[in-house]
């Protein structure tokens, strides 16, 4: 999650300072998230996608391409047993 909202953020013009006034999550927490200090919960999750125009289902790494590679993965093993 660091890593793209990260992205996200970088991407989305605004300052750390707007995206915490919109979403309603500290700066500071936005900065652990970033480093991967801390885990998101879902509130702020919802909140920073929100604010950020990102679907959850992407910053987890859900997305249309990471679920074919893991559909695939898991036909795969099943196929194998």
Known sequence: VSGRLALAVARSGLSR???SRKSGVS??????YVRGERLVSTHA???LCGVLRVSADWMLGL???TQALFSAALERDASSK
């Open 17 to 19: 300072a707007e995206i």
């Open 45 to 47: 999750l919802v909140a």
């Open 27 to 32: 700066e500071t927490a936005i900065s652990r």
């Open 63 to 65: 997305d249309a391409k």
